[in-house]
């Protein structure tokens, strides 16, 4: 496809209830990034994938948040036990390597809403 | 304290006005610097970046960073309606280059 896309766009659920979120990147990009986006604040890092191995999984919340991209390309971020603190826009990025001597551009999708009731 | 520090704004400006942006930071250890322009309802589109101190400028865009203040900025000549938008700012550095650090973001409104 030509950009990142994400499903589903929006996602209602309640409290306490297992969500899945959905990333495909960029055909080709080997590198892919989930970050979260709180009303009025800036993307926070979650975690960052090469290929199929989690290469940086520091802003992962906590245990209840969990990400996996099996084959090297899709990806789902997997949220347990939501909270009503978990609603924010879920954004994915994908880059083409994901080098490790330099900063390479990122592609953002328009993100998952998620609203916990 | 956050790591990276952004006016939300808004910033209102009329049309053909400079737009002036900014962030400072306080980890010493980022290297690359970058605008990212985000729309409502849209993910973040890359706009500038720069690598260690200096300028750069694309068309109607200047990035600027001085690593010695800890600030970097963005600006815009010739405003336009369509340039309406939240710009964040975002930084990383070599023991991570995967990790972006943002800033809040500032909403810009540039009136017709």
């Known amino acids: 496809g030509a950009g990142v896309s994400q499903t589903p766009s929006n996602k209602v659920t309640e409290k306490g209830k297992y969500v899945e979120l959905r990333c495909d990147p960029i055909?080709?990009?080997?590198?892919l990034y989930w970050y979260r986006q709180s009303l009025g604040q800036g993307p926070e890092f979650l975690i960052y994938f090469q290929g199929t191995g989690a290469a940086d999984d520091s802003g992962l919340p906590n245990d209840r948040f969990f990400a996996v991209r099996p084959e090297g390309s899709v990806s789902t971020l997997k949220i347990q036990r939501t909270e009503r603190g978990d609603s924010a826009v879920y954004l994915c990025?994908?880059?083409?390597?994901?080098?490790?001597?330099?900063?390479?551009?990122?592609?953002f999708g328009p993100g998952t809403r998620l609203l916990v009731l | 304290q956050k790591e990276v520090e952004q006016d939300p704004g808004p910033l209102s400006v009329p049309e053909g006005a400079i737009v002036s942006l900014n962030c400072t930071y306080s980890n010493s250890a980022f290297q690359y610097f970058m605008w990212y322009r985000q729309y409502s309802r849209k993910g973040p589109e890359l706009l500038m970046y720069t690598y260690s101190s200096g300028n750069k400028e694309d068309g109607r865009f200047t990035a600027q960073v001085d690593k010695s203040s800890k600030y970097i900025s963005l600006f815009i000549r010739d405003s336009q309606p369509s340039d309406s938008a939240t710009y964040l700012c975002?930084?990383?550095?070599?023991?991570?280059?995967?990790?972006?650090?943002f800033g809040a973001g500032t909403q810009v409104v540039v009136t017709p």
């Open positions: 990025a994908s880059s083409s390597r994901g080098s490790r001597s330099y900063q390479e551009t990122q592609y």
């Open positions: 055909s080709g990009h080997t590198a």
């Open positions: 975002a930084m990383s550095h070599g023991d991570s280059w995967g990790k972006l650090q």
